[in-house]
């Protein structure tokens, strides 16, 4: 594995074309992915909710497949442009 790629050591992906499930230490991550969106269900200690984004922008990827580095990163991207609804899990 080179420098800055993503681990997987710990976490359950499975990817397909519509579909994809990411498992982590932080909790769940199902993603349903259209051409134009894919639309985020989060199940983890910090978020659970639902977020928009664009599919090619791949913020999953980009984020490690890290549930808080996702939020971090959508939040940096879009600025609280994409429309959302959830509810904090303030435990």
């Known amino acids: 594995m080179a420098f800055g ?10 990817e397909n074309h519509t579909i994809k499930i990411l498992a982590e230490r932080n909790g769940l991550l199902l993603s349903l992915t259209t051409k134009t969106y894919s639309y985020l269900l989060f ?11 664009v599919t090619r922008d791949r913020i999953v990827a ?29 435990q």
Do not use: F, M, Q
Not at 5 to 14: F, L, N, Q, R
Not at 43 to 53: D, F, Q, Y
Not at 64 to 84: E, F, N, W
């Open 5 to 14: 790629e993503p681990t997987t050591h710990g976490k359950v992906i499975s």
């Open 43 to 53: 199940i983890s200690k910090p978020l659970i909710g639902v977020r928009r984004i």
């Open 62 to 90: 980009k984020a490690g497949y890290d549930i808080p580095r996702v939020l971090a990163l959508i939040s940096d991207v879009y600025c609280g442009r994409s429309p959302r609804i959830d509810r904090e899990n303030r």
